[in-house]
T-cell receptor, first 118, second 117 residues
């Protein structure tokens, strides 16, 4: 089975440009998560969806960031306009529904998109 | 609020020896899950092992085992017979149960492990 698919794998853009990151979760998974990883802040959860509906976007840094999940097999994370401080690795992850937190419903991560904003 | 603490500096281990990576957590929720992920230099996040708060036995997955001490709130990862390919960053993560967010993972800062030949 294919894992979580992310594209592009690398993105270099100039400040002010719009950036769109894409994610295809594992088929059948109910949850989709977007994370950002930097040296300074580690791994941060930006937003997550349950059955295509955003549940918690409290980690989204500011209005320049937006995420959508138009269907169960596709999600986008958009940054507009991009800034140098947005440079990071962005991960998408997915999992089955978590019945209780002590249930082992593992989040499986995509390979990440390495974003560099000049 | 839940918190994961990984405070070890970079760890070094000789090939074929065992190593323990420390993780302590803080939560008041009785129901939670603990995860370990590996991130090699290539960047992907690889799931290693899981421990549920109600599990009676320590989790094991091949060369990985989790030393779960509930009273101490620790969930240390033990890697036996280290291999060169184990050199990576290792993250401990926790999921707690509260309304509407029982799928959310909180990650520690990670520990770098280097395996020496």
């Amino acid at each position: 089975d294919a894992g979580v698919i992310q594209s592009p794998r690398h993105e270099v853009t100039e400040m002010g440009q719009e950036v769109t990151l894409r994610c295809k979760p594992i088929s059948g998974h109910d949850y989709l998560f977007w994370y950002r990883q930097t040296m300074m802040r580690g791994l941060e959860l930006l937003i997550y969806f349950n059955n295509n509906v955003p549940i918690d976007d409290s980690g989204m840094p500011e209005d320049r960031f937006s995420a959508k999940m138009p269907n169960a097999s596709f999600s986008t994370l958009k940054i507009q306009p991009s800034e140098p401080r947005d440079s990071a690795v962005y991960f998408c992850a997915s999992s089955f529904e978590v019945l209780t937190s002590s249930h082992q419903e593992t989040q499986y991560f995509g390979p990440g998109t390495r974003l560099l904003v000049l | 609020a839940q918190k994961i603490t990984q405070t070890q500096p970079g760890m070094f281990v000789q090939e074929k020896e065992a190593v323990t990576l420390d993780c302590t957590y803080d939560t008041s929720d009785p129901s939670y899950g603990l995860f370990w992920y590996k991130q090699p230099s290539s960047g992907e996040m690889i799931f290693l092992i899981y421990q549920g708060s109600y599990d009676q036995q320590n989790a094991t997955e091949g060369r990985y085992s989790l030393n779960f001490q509930k009273a101490r709130k620790s969930a240390n990862l033990v890697i036996s017979a280290s291999q060169l390919g184990d050199s990576a960053m290792y993250f401990c993560a926790m999921r707690v149960e509260y309304t509407g967010a029982n799928s959310k993972l909180t990650f520690g800062k990670g520990i770098t492990l280097s395996v020496r030949p």
